[in-house]
């Protein structure tokens, strides 16, 4: 099923009023962009799902031995400097940009961009759709981002001020700079 937009400029909800709509419906997947139209996905299917768990499996069990920062899920959402509020499949953030939020902005759609993003094509999302989405990350404040098609076992390497890298899944993807020592291994998913 195809994401659902559903405009809202007229009703002019506030971030409390999206979140609470949000929280009342929890068995709805909810994103805002930046022109605050909401955005209703389905849930994934058990394959694409099974892939977020091995992605975030491989950032976890890194990051629990670097202790340099947080991982989150596709349950995660962040309010972005633009205002849209975005849901990634995988996430991380730095312990220092992530001590700099208040707690009870932890409790709800942070306001912060994560410093790592992974967003996964499933067969409902374009890839320009995704690419899009990838692009806003890139452009408030993303430090690095990978798009991963694994119906077409490429992967997109997104770096601010730099143009897009494609890679096919014969080698794992470097965490480079961001992240360093960590790679996904692309064969495992």
Same mark, same amino acid.
């Given at each position: 099923?195809?994401?659902?937009?559903?405009?809202t400029?007229s009703?002019?909800?506030?971030?409390e009023?999206?979140?609470?709509?949000?929280?009342?419906?929890?068995? %709805?997947?909810?994103?805002?962009?930046?022109?605050?139209? #909401?955005?209703?996905?389905?849930?994934?299917?058990?394959?694409?799902?099974?892939?977020?768990s091995? @992605?975030?499996?491989?950032?976890?069990?890194?990051?629990?031995?670097?202790?340099?920062?947080?991982? +989150?899920?596709?349950?995660?959402? +962040?309010?972005?400097?633009?205002?849209?509020?975005?849901?990634?499949?995988?996430?991380?953030?730095?312990n220092?940009?992530?001590?700099?939020?208040?707690?009870?902005?932890?409790?709800r759609?942070?306001?912060?961009?994560p410093?790592?993003?992974?967003?996964?094509?499933?067969?409902?999302?374009? %890839?320009?759709?995704?690419?899009?989405? @990838?692009?806003?990350?890139?452009?408030?404040?993303?430090?690095?981002?990978?798009?991963?098609?694994?119906?077409?076992?490429?992967?997109? #390497?997104?770096?601010?001020?730099?143009?897009?890298?494609?890679?096919?899944?014969?080698?794992?993807?470097?965490?480079?700079?961001?992240?360093?020592?960590?790679? %996904?291994?692309?064969?495992? #998913?």
């Amino acid at each position: 099923m195809n994401p659902i937009a559903i405009s809202t400029q007229s009703a002019h909800l506030t971030e409390e009023q999206f979140f609470m709509l949000c929280s009342d419906n929890k068995e %709805l997947r909810f994103e805002r962009d930046k022109n605050k139209t #909401i955005i209703l996905m389905s849930p994934t299917g058990a394959f694409t799902g099974e892939s977020h768990s091995e @992605m975030n499996r491989q950032l976890a069990n890194w990051n629990y031995q670097s202790k340099s920062g947080h991982v +989150f899920d596709s349950s995660s959402g +962040f309010t972005l400097p633009n205002g849209a509020m975005r849901a990634p499949d995988v996430a991380w953030i730095t312990n220092k940009r992530w001590e700099k939020i208040p707690q009870k902005d932890k409790e709800r759609f942070a306001h912060i961009c994560p410093d790592f993003v992974i967003e996964v094509r499933s067969k409902t999302d374009t %890839l320009k759709q995704q690419q899009e989405k @990838m692009e806003e990350w890139i452009e408030n404040g993303c430090r690095l981002g990978w798009l991963i098609d694994i119906e077409n076992k490429t992967a997109y #390497i997104y770096k601010p001020k730099r143009a897009v890298k494609k890679q096919f899944f014969k080698s794992a993807l470097s965490g480079e700079e961001v992240l360093k020592g960590f790679e %996904l291994n692309l064969s495992e #998913i």
